[in-house]
């Protein structure tokens, strides 16, 4: 369960970073 959630936690963090990759991918 712990790792579910810490699993779920580092996926929300990636897909954050991820989208601040392809804001800067559209703008260049």
Known sequence: M??????A??????NRRI???NMVRVLV
């Open 2 to 7: 712990k790792m579910m959630a810490n699993f």
């Open 9 to 14: 936690g580092t996926w929300n963090h990636y």
């Open 19 to 21: 989208d601040s990759l």
